[in-house]
């Protein structure tokens, strides 16, 4: 886990995109899914990824233990609000 956070806090210092494979409550995928990394957030015992997912032109909550794998892409962003990360 601790890797995944690393990962995701340098492509966020980097302005990178982030592909992350992302397993839902029901425990499927939607396969890689290619996110800006814009904060973390801790409510109680969970740790919250908040990202604009490219796909889905919204920006989402993500469980970080829900998050499988991460990778940083070549392609950058510009922010579309503060990164706090």
Known sequence: MADIINTIKQAAREQKV???IYIEKDGTSEGWRRVEPYSFSHDQEEEDL???????NGIRRF?????NEAEITDEMFYPRYPIEI
Do not use: V
């Open 50 to 56: 908040f990202a604009w997912d490219i796909n889905k």
């Open 63 to 67: 469980l970080t233990c829900r998050i």
């Open 18 to 20: 982030l592909r992350i």
